[in-house]
């Protein structure tokens, strides 16, 4: 349901203007029963990884729970190439940089937050880990 609220002053000298009118909506039971089966379904960084092309000895990166060991791959293991996805993939196409400057996450590497992984952002991998 579409509701519309406004005052319009009236007292013994007659109507005054309207205020601003504010405008909301109500959600109904199936909309509302939509978003809980949207909710239900989570996001799979490694599938994400996988379509994007992360070779298969760097998928393990593909993970919120990657080791510290993992995460060395990145920097000497031969996936710094596919860092660019990996990251792409972690924040899974949203922005994130609110979180991260709340969270203290070091201006250099809130690029990073944003998904945007390259040498102008000055968001350096290993400065970053």
């Known amino acids: 349901s579409t509701y519309e609220v406004f005052i319009e002053p009236v007292n013994e000298h007659g109507i005054g203007q309207p205020s601003s009118r504010q405008v909301f909506r109500t959600t109904s039971k199936s909309l509302e029963a939509a978003l809980d089966q949207v909710s239900e379904h989570h996001y799979d960084q490694t599938q994400c990884c996988e379509k ?73 991998l290993a400065a970053c880990l």
Request: hydrophobic content about 25%; charged content about 20%; proline content about 4%.
């Open 52 to 124: 994007s092309g992360v070779r298969p000895q760097c998928l393990s990166l593909c993970s919120y729970n990657a080791s510290s060991f993992q995460i060395d791959r990145l920097v000497d293991g031969g996936c710094q190439d596919d860092f660019s996805k990996i990251v792409r993939c972690a924040t899974g196409g949203r922005d994130h940089l609110p979180c991260c400057a709340k969270r203290g996450v070091n201006k250099a590497c809130q690029p990073l937050c944003q998904a945007v992984h390259q040498q102008s952002s000055g968001a350096e």
